[in-house]
């Protein structure tokens, strides 16, 4: 059987999710299934078995699963002594950020993971408390969405891929001393976009000024940020246009043209399409 494709339907420019302290029984799994997000899976309490990548794995207290993007997997809880997990779900590019160090990655647990099919650790104190903590910061910030809550998770999130890979270099030493996250162009791609969601950008030209072919930059570009380019600007685009009409009394079609649309009618489309509202509406909600 082809495996189930799992999707997500937040905010796709914070590309986040947690389930936390969830009780796990096989009727309300899933079955085979694979994601483009990377995930993090904790257990607390229960036991079961993780298939991930062709391997049975135990699932008992203490163990983290860490599963790459785009890997089958599937989990059978013990219904006698079901799973309490928390499970973690993210976008490379929520860590897109330039280290200071090049030889490292918040993703070096993931890459290392991959490379050994191995993808359970059985934690120990004090890394169990360290990632109890994490979990629990990371719904706090999200239940009171103070002012830099993104910012709070995407921090916690580093932190504890940090002290992760901090027991894997010491276990296993540097698997790849090399290994970066994203590719320099990919970046420059990315800031180019964000600064100018308006510009004619398209997978072709972006791919010819990186210097790689359109294949190769869809497929990198769709692993750091889980959306295909056009995506990915319609949402930068929505982010200037709700900004502009907050902000501003700017008339639509004005806002329409500062965000890169060629037609009021296509700017009302799109941004009904992803809001659920027209900007008017958005505009006269807000006040």
């Keep these: 059987m082809k495996p189930f494709r799992k999707p997500f339907f937040g905010d796709p420019l914070f590309p986040f999710e947690i389930n936390h302290k969830n009780?796990?029984?096989?009727?309300?799994?899933?079955?085979d299934h694979l994601h483009d997000r990377y995930e993090l899976v904790y257990v607390y309490q229960g036991k079961g078995t993780f298939f991930i990548d062709n391997?049975?794995?135990?699932?008992?207290?203490?163990?983290?699963?860490?599963?790459?993007?785009?890997?089958?997997?599937?989990?059978?809880?013990?219904?006698?002594d079901p799973i309490v997990s928390s499970a973690l779900y993210f976008a490379p590019t929520l860590l897109t950020t330039e280290p200071l160090d090049d030889?490292?990655?918040?993703?070096?647990?993931?890459?290392?993971?991959?490379?050994?099919?191995?993808?359970?650790?059985?934690?120990?104190?004090?890394?169990?408390?360290?990632?109890?903590a994490a979990l629990?910061?990371?719904?706090?910030?999200?239940?009171?969405?103070?002012?830099?809550y993104h910012e709070a998770i995407r921090l916690i999130t580093c932190q504890l891929l940090l002290?992760?890979?901090?027991?894997?270099?010491?276990?296993?030493g540097n698997p790849n001393k090399s290994l970066r996250m994203a590719p320099s162009w990919m970046m420059e791609a990315l800031e180019q976009i964000d600064e100018h969601p308006e510009l004619d950008f398209s997978l072709s030209n972006l791919?010819?000024?990186?210097?790689?072919?359109?294949?190769?930059?869809?497929?990198?570009?769709?692993?750091?940020?889980?959306?295909?380019?056009?995506?990915?600007?319609?949402?930068?685009?929505?982010?200037?246009?709700?900004?502009?009409?907050?902000?501003?009394?700017?008339?639509?079609?004005?806002?329409?043209?500062?965000?890169?649309?060629?037609?009021?009618?296509?700017?009302?489309?799109?941004?009904?399409s992803l809001t659920g509202v027209t900007p008017s509406v958005y505009r006269k909600n807000a006040f």
């Design 103 to 132: 030889s490292y990655s918040s993703l070096l647990c993931y890459d290392f993971a991959r490379k050994k099919k191995s993808y359970r650790l059985e934690l120990q104190d004090p890394l169990k408390s360290i990632t109890e």
């Design 207 to 272: 791919a010819e000024h990186a210097n790689v072919s359109a294949s190769h930059f869809s497929r990198v570009f769709r692993q750091l940020t889980t959306m295909n380019v056009s995506n990915y600007i319609n949402a930068k685009r929505m982010i200037r246009a709700k900004e502009m009409l907050l902000q501003t009394e700017d008339n639509i079609n004005v806002i329409a043209e500062h965000c890169g649309y060629d037609t009021p009618t296509h700017f009302y489309r799109v941004f009904k």
């Design 136 to 148: 629990e910061d990371m719904v706090k910030e999200i239940e009171e969405r103070r002012t830099g």
């Design 163 to 172: 002290q992760i890979n901090r027991l894997i270099l010491t276990e296993n």
């Design 55 to 80: 391997t049975w794995y135990e699932k008992k207290s203490g163990d983290l699963f860490i599963i790459p993007g785009n890997t089958i997997h599937h989990s059978l809880p013990d219904n006698d």
């Design 23 to 31: 009780i796990k029984k096989q009727d309300n799994e899933l079955p």
